[in-house]
């Protein structure tokens, strides 16, 4: 019987891109309780280890990569889990989680000017307009939140909007090889290729731990952030790149800060306000407007 990942129909990809959405939400405020208790470098690692691991057992029977694109999905790994996971998190870990959602909505801006420079896709009048509906719901929210003000809030926040850009460049440069190769394979093979890049950046952290203080619940947030916002992330992610422009894929970034705004209100006690459910509301019809399909530019 058919997989869901083998049947593709808009209400899959946008079913599938959502469920990225509220996968990627849940980890601002997962890694944010898990990274009480472990520094963000080795909660980063520990992270793409274990996706790595249980990646290797989903992808066991997947068709073998060749050399070349090993080479390619190595440049993926670099782009869309090393630099990502790694500056993500610190960036997290110093400032809120609101915060960071809201500059997450910069991808899309970031993955249309990469797709347009590259020539990938189409800048119609439509799709530009959904983004700018979007953002425009996300700058109300930044009007509504600002940083607070130190200096450790401001590194926080350039670390995730370069991880937005490098997230961004990953999206539209992965997705001629996303149409043709094994979103398993793939994913497996880039997060083998980011562990081993990240461990050389995290292993003074991880000297570092007092292992035995760890709670349960901690390990039990990381083991979370695994199977959800990452391994399951990642495969719908790269399952909805094989049909649908990265652009659209990239719009579903603006679901997030109303996600987490609201997260952040029941687990952290934070205030909803008013803004953010009209930005809700302009967010929700931009990422609608940017989803109209209107083709790939012809090679």
């Known amino acids: ?25 849940a980890n601002y405020i997962i890694s944010k309780l898990g990274m009480r208790e472990l520094a963000p470098l080795s909660f980063a690692w520990l992270r793409v280890a274990g996706a790595a691991l249980l990646m290797m057992v989903i992808a066991r029977h997947e068709p073998r990569l060749s050399r070349e694109d090993s080479w390619r999905v190595a440049g993926f790994a670099v782009l869309g889990v090393t630099i990502n996971a790694t500056l993500f998190l610190v960036g997290l870990s110093m400032t809120t989680v ?12 970031f993955v249309l000017a990469t797709a347009i420079a590259l020539g990938r896709e189409r800048p119609t009048a439509t799709r530009i307009g959904g983004i ?11 009007g ?20 937005c850009l490098s997230f961004s460049v990953y999206l539209v440069v992965s997705k001629p090889a996303m149409a043709r190769l094994s979103a398993k394979a793939v994913v497996a093979r880039m997060f083998a290729v980011g562990s081993l890049l990240i461990f050389p950046v995290a292993a003074v952290p991880l000297a570092r731990e007092n292992w035995a ?8 947030a990381l083991l979370t952030v ?15 790149l094989r049909h649908a422009d990265s652009s659209v894929v990239a719009a ?18 934070e205030e909803i306000r008013p803004i953010v459910v009209v930005a809700a509301l302009m967010i929700f019809a931009g990422v609608a407007l940017a989803g109209r399909a209107t083709g790939p530019v012809p090679e």
């Open 144 to 163: 509504g939140e600002s940083l607070s003000g130190t200096a450790r809030s401001v590194l926080g926040a350039v670390l995730i909007v370069i991880n």
């Open 98 to 109: 609101q915060v960071a959602a809201i500059l997450i909505t910069t991808i899309p801006v």
């Open 132 to 142: 700018i509906l979007a953002c425009a719901g996300a700058l109300l929210v930044v």
């Open 213 to 220: 203080s760890i709670s349960l619940g901690a390990w039990m």
């Open 1 to 25: 019987m058919p997989s869901f990942m083998d049947r593709a129909s808009p209400i899959r990809i946008h079913l599938a891109l959502f469920t990225v959405a509220v996968l990627f939400t």
């Open 226 to 240: 695994i199977l959800g916002p990452t391994v399951a992330a990642y495969l719908l992610n790269a399952w909805a």
């Open 252 to 269: 579903y970034t603006y679901v997030q800060p109303v996600l987490a705004t609201i997260l952040g209100a029941i687990i952290f006690g």
